[in-house]
């Protein structure tokens, strides 16, 4: 399962490949898709290898990676599905970079802030939960394709955009 996306957002060209890993689900993917766009203007490269060197020593590796100039972790993204655990130790590790998670539905975002907060994981105030307002997720899926062609406008919250040739409008609401 892969998407293989070509893309014009903010009036810069773009391409990119996504390809599904273990156990990663459709739904992932295209989260993925989003998160790259909503987070079009700090650069992000999606699935980052371990052999990026933000990434040297690290067990973990995100979604979507964003660096500053100085080659540091500067942006840290999930979507989906994420392990407690993991952002916690994120949280920790990396005080400096924003974290970004994307939820598909507001529900699962209010799940995961709920959760956040029972373990007491800390920097809670640097973690970004984000999610598709109600039914924005799926207009955005419904629109995808494993060869897509993506033109528009996008920010930190909201894509408007044509994807494949329908017109795919979606805002973000931050738990």
């Known amino acids: 399962m892969k998407i293989r996306a070509e893309m014009h957002v903010n009036g810069e060209d773009r391409k990119v ?8 689900t459709w739904e992932h993917l295209t989260l993925k898709l989003a ?12 699935d980052p290898g371990m052999n990026n060197p933000a990434l040297l020593g690290q067990e973990f590796r995100p979604d979507i990676l964003g660096v500053d100039f100085a080659g540091n972790i500067a942006l840290w993204a999930e979507v989906g599905r ?15 970079a924003r974290i970004f998670l994307l939820k598909a539905r507001p529900q699962e975002a209010k799940k ?28 955005w899926e419904s629109c995808l394709d494993e060869s897509t062609h993506v033109t528009g ?23």
């Open 112 to 139: 995961l802030r709920r959760d956040l907060q029972e373990q007491e994981v800390p920097n809670q105030e640097r973690i970004e939960i984000c999610s598709f307002a109600d039914g924005g997720y799926v207009a």
């Open 82 to 96: 994420t392990a407690l655990h993991k952002i916690s130790k994120i949280a920790k590790r990396y005080r400096e």
């Open 35 to 46: 998160a790259y766009i909503l987070l079009w203007d700090h650069r992000p490269v999606p």
């Open 153 to 175: 406008e996008a920010s930190d919250r909201e894509l408007n955009l044509v994807a494949n040739g329908q017109i795919c409008m979606a805002r973000l609401e931050k738990f």
């Open 17 to 24: 490949l996504l390809v599904a890993k273990e156990n990663e």
